[in-house]
């Protein structure tokens, strides 16, 4: 029975190998040097890498990602709430 090595790394950590990309380590030196695999990288990458949006303002992929989908849930209620007041809101034969 064999049993894969499936470690568990920090937030911390993945942010640090992601900021040695950043800074001009390629795939290969970071994988020869932690043992990071290449699909492993490319993830930490996509969650981790930070976007600047103004002098004062920095997201992460996965801030912006979980923004994208409150902004979501947010236009979902407020369609709800219009059609209620559809519903709800007596209309005149005048119109």
Not at 8 to 31: A, P, R, W
Not at 40 to 51: C, T
Not at 55 to 74: P, S
């Amino acid at each position: 029975m064999s049993s894969k090595k499936n470690p568990k790394y920090s937030k911390e950590f993945k942010q640090t190998i992601v900021n040695l990309y950043h800074s001009g380590k390629t795939y290969s030196e970071i994988h020869k040097e932690y043992g990071i695999s290449h699909s492993a990288l490319s993830n930490w990458i996509k969650l981790y890498s930070e976007v600047k949006i103004d002098d004062e303002t920095v997201l992460t992929a996965k801030q912006i990602k979980e923004l994208q989908k409150r902004n979501a849930q947010l236009e979902e209620e407020n369609l709800i709430l219009k059609k209620a007041i559809a519903i709800f809101t007596p209309h005149s034969d005048k119109d």
